[in-house]
Structures are given as structure tokens and as C-alpha cells.
């Protein structure tokens, strides 16, 4: 209230809206105060309103580890991708083939970024994974499947 970072006493002429330069920040209270004027003078007492921006949906993530067409991949490995910034959380999918949800299916982690499976991967073969962000806005749409291919054992 009462700050003038996003427009410092922008004189907009004889019009009743205003097109700001950039986009407001997501989530945020907007003060506004506009102040008629005249030849006369400009109008006095004039009270500040304010608005909430909305929260966008967030956008898609990537594997960190393993990365995507990553080969002989340790069969206990944790899955880690990148931390997007308005994501409150996200929904991992794990299959044995392209759509496949047969390792993890839809598995809410929350607010982090690595998911521990709770068994190994089957070995020599290649793990599918689907990371969804999501936030109060919703789920973020259209995010990729990466694959990584699981190292051959070698016989005890």
C-alpha cells in the first residue's frame, strides 16, 4: 500500500484505461490509485483500492538424475528433477513402457524434488517418467515422458 514500484504517476491523458508495460507478478495485491484532474487541478482525498493477481499454472519440470536417454542407470537409483517455482508440489508417474504407470502411479510427493521408489528398477530396461507440477491453479499440462535405460546386473 501507498508504493509506486510498478507505475510512479503515469499520466494516462483523457482515457479510462491503462495497458502497464509488463505483466503484474502472479499472486500478488495490486494497489491502485487514480487521481482525476483539470485545468482546475487535480482531485484530492482520492482513496487507494487494490486487487489480487492470480496464481499461474506451473509450468512443466525435467530429470535431473537420471537424465533423459540416460544408460546403465544403477537399478536404485532416486529419481531428482528441477524445482519449478510456483509448483506446490508434484505428481510422479513410473512405468516399463511409454504411458505405463506399473513402478509409481500418479505418487504425490509433495514439495520436493527427489522421489526414493520403494523397491529397485526391473534391471536392463527402460524406466519411463512422467512429473507433473501442480499449484492451487492446477496441474501443469502437456509435460513430457523421459526415459532412462537400467544397467545389467552382473551375476553373483
Given at each position: 500500500?501507498?508504493a509506486?514500484?510498478?507505475?510512479?504517476?503515469?499520466?494516462?491523458?483523457?482515457?479510462?484505461?491503462?495497458?502497464?508495460?509488463?505483466?503484474f507478478?502472479?499472486?500478488?495485491?495490486?494497489?491502485?490509485n487514480?487521481?482525476?484532474?483539470?485545468?482546475?487541478?487535480?482531485?484530492?482525498?482520492?482513496?487507494?483500492?487494490?486487487?489480487?493477481t492470480?496464481?499461474?499454472?506451473?509450468?512443466?519440470?525435467?530429470?535431473?538424475?537420471?537424465?533423459?536417454?540416460?544408460?546403465?542407470?544403477?537399478?536404485?537409483s532416486d529419481?531428482?528433477?528441477?524445482?519449478?517455482?510456483?509448483a506446490?508440489?508434484?505428481?510422479?508417474?513410473?512405468?516399463?513402457?511409454?504411458?505405463?504407470?506399473d513402478?509409481?502411479?500418479?505418487?504425490?510427493?509433495?514439495?520436493?524434488?527427489?522421489?526414493?521408489?520403494?523397491?529397485?528398477?526391473?534391471?536392463?530396461?527402460?524406466?519411463?517418467?512422467?512429473?507433473?507440477?501442480?499449484?492451487?491453479?492446477?496441474?501443469?499440462?502437456?509435460c513430457?515422458?523421459?526415459?532412462?535405460?537400467?544397467?545389467?546386473?552382473?551375476?553373483?
Amino acid at each position: 500500500s501507498g508504493a509506486s514500484d510498478i507505475a510512479n504517476g503515469v499520466d494516462v491523458g483523457n482515457t479510462t484505461t491503462y495497458n502497464p508495460p509488463t505483466d503484474f507478478p502472479e499472486n500478488t495485491e495490486i494497489f491502485v490509485n487514480i487521481t482525476p484532474y483539470n485545468t482546475a487541478g487535480s482531485a484530492i482525498g482520492c482513496a487507494e483500492e487494490s486487487f489480487t493477481t492470480e496464481v499461474l499454472i506451473p509450468a512443466c519440470t525435467n530429470l535431473v538424475s537420471p537424465f533423459n536417454g540416460e544408460t546403465d542407470v544403477l537399478v536404485d537409483s532416486d529419481i531428482t528433477w528441477n524445482a519449478i517455482v510456483n509448483a506446490t508440489g508434484y505428481l510422479i508417474t513410473i512405468g516399463t513402457s511409454s504411458g505405463a504407470s506399473d513402478l509409481a502411479n500418479g505418487v504425490d510427493v509433495g514439495n520436493t524434488t527427489t522421489y526414493n521408489p520403494p523397491t529397485d528398477f526391473p534391471e536392463n530396461t527402460e524406466i519411463f517418467v512422467s512429473i507433473t507440477p501442480y499449484n492451487t491453479a492446477g496441474n501443469a499440462v502437456g509435460c513430457a515422458e523421459e526415459s532412462f535405460t537400467t544397467e545389467v546386473l552382473i551375476p553373483a
